[in-house]
C-alpha cells in the first residue's frame, strides 16, 4: 500500500492504534493538538510538535528566511491555543544544507525570536546537523493550562454551535499567488530575461493581507483571551491547519457526532474572493481545503448563542447534530452535499 493511499492522519492512526501508555503522567496522548500530561497540582503540561520538510511545507524560491522562523514557531504555539492552553517554551531542532550561510540563520532565528517574544514564551534548547536534501525545521512546543480548561477534539454535542474565528481561505490563495509569480521566474530566467541589470519584480499590490497569510501567519491568542473574558469555554476546538473540511471531520469523528456546516456563513476576505475570481477557482473551495489559514474551529453550547454572536472576529457557521445524520454542508443555494476531507495531505 502506497503511503499516500492513506493520507496523514489515517498512516497516524495506523501507526499508533495499538499504543499504550504505561506512565500515569500521561493523561492524552496521540489524537489532539497536544499531548496532555499531569504532574503534581491541577495544571497540565501540553506538549506538542511540528515538523517543516523545504519543498514539502515551504519553498526558500519565495519564502523569506526570517518570516520562516516566525511562522515555524506559529503553527506549533497555535496547537497549544487550540487546546485553550498558554505557551510557555519551545526547542527547535535544524537540519541544514550547504547553500545557507550563517547570515541566513541569523534572519531565519531574527524571525523565530520575534514570535517568541510577542506571545511571551522561551527558547529552552534543541539540535542543530547538516543536511542533503534541504532545510528542515522540527520545533517542540510545551504549554499548560489548568485541567478544568483543557479543551479536546472529542467534546462536541448534538447542537451545538459550530464557530471560525477570522476568514479562511486566504493563506491559499496567497499560494497560488506566488507559485503563478514563481512560475514566470523561472520562465523567464530559462529566457535569460532576469539578470542583475534587469531583475524579476513581481506586483502584488492589493494582495499584501494574502502574502502576510502565507508566509507569516498568527496564532489566534487574542481569541482564547476573548473567549476566556467572556467565560466561554468550547466543547471541542482545533486550528486550522489542513482546512475547514477535514478539521470539522476529526471533530465529528473524535466526538462521535455530525455536522451541518452552511456555505454562505464561512467567513471570506475581501482579497480571497477577489484573487480566486481572478484565479478562476472556486472561493468556497479554497476556504473549505485550503489550509494554512491557523484560525481556530470550536463548538459551544446552543445556549451560548447569544454570548458568541457578540464576540469580534467569530463567526457562527453551522451547527452539531447526532451522528447518524452526517457530515453535511448546506449550499448557497439550499443544496445539501456530503462533507469531505479534501484539505491538504503532506504525505502526496
Known amino acids: 500500500m502506497e503511503i499516500s493511499q492513506l493520507g496523514e492522519f489515517g498512516l497516524i492512526d495506523r501507526l499508533t492504534t495499538d499504543l499504550s501508555s504505561v506512565q500515569p503522567t500521561t493523561l492524552k496522548s496521540v489524537g489532539d493538538d497536544c499531548a496532555v500530561l499531569g504532574y503534581d497540582g491541577t495544571t497540565r503540561q501540553l506538549v506538542t510538535t511540528d515538523l517543516l520538510m523545504e519543498g514539502i511545507h515551504f519553498d526558500l524560491v519565495y519564502t523569506p528566511l526570517r518570516q520562516l522562523g516566525y511562522k515555524a514557531v506559529m503553527v506549533n504555539l497555535s496547537d497549544v491555543y487550540a487546546m485553550n492552553g498558554t505557551p510557555r517554551q519551545v ?38 546537523t547538516s543536511s542533503l536534501t534541504g532545510l528542515c525545521i522540527s520545533i517542540t512546543c510545551i504549554g499548560d493550562a489548568p ?25 491559499y490563495l496567497g499560494l497560488q499567488l ?16 532576469v539578470s542583475d541589470n534587469a531583475p524579476f519584480q513581481p ?53 462521535g457526532v455530525g455536522c451541518r456546516l452552511y456555505e454562505e456563513r464561512i467567513p471570506l476576505d475581501y482579497q480571497t474572493a477577489a484573487a480566486a ?7 468556497s473551495t479554497c476556504a473549505l481545503n485550503g489550509g494554512e489559514d491557523y484560525e481556530l474551529l470550536f463548538t459551544v453550547p446552543l445556549s451560548m448563542h447569544d ?13 452539531i447534530t447526532d451522528a447518524d445524520e452526517g457530515a453535511v454542508m448546506v449550499g448557497r443555494g439550499g443544496t445539501e452535499m456530503s462533507l469531505r476531507a479534501q484539505g491538504w495531505n503532506p504525505l502526496n
Do not use: W
Open 91 to 128: 526547542t527547535i531542532s535544524l537540519a541544514v544544507d550547504n547553500r545557507l550561510q550563517v547570515e541566513d540563520l541569523d534572519e531565519f532565528y531574527a524571525g523565530m525570536r520575534l514570535a517568541c517574544e510577542q506571545h511571551q514564551v522561551d527558547i529552552v534548547g534543541g539540535d542543530t
Open 147 to 171: 485541567e478544568p480548561a483543557i479543551v479536546k477534539r472529542s467534546g462536541a454535542k448534538p447542537t451545538d454551535l459550530i464557530c471560525c474565528s477570522g476568514n479562511l481561505g486566504a493563506a
Open 178 to 193: 506566488l507559485e503563478r509569480e514563481k512560475a514566470i521566474y523561472l520562465q523567464q530566467v530559462k529566457e535569460g530575461r
Open 203 to 255: 506586483d502584488f499590490s492589493g494582495r499584501e493581507y494574502l502574502l502576510q497569510r502565507i508566509l507569516q501567519p498568527e496564532a489566534r491568542r487574542d481569541i482564547v483571551q476573548t473567549l476566556r473574558a467572556a467565560g466561554i469555554v468550547p466543547t471541542a476546538m482545533m486550528d486550522i491547519s489542513d482546512g475547514l473540511s477535514s478539521e470539522l471531520l476529526h471533530i465529528c469523528k473524535q466526538s
Open 277 to 283: 475570481e481572478e484565479l478562476n477557482l472556486n472561493v
Open 307 to 319: 454570548q458568541v454572536e457578540q464576540l469580534e472576529d467569530v463567526s457562527i457557521i453551522g451547527h
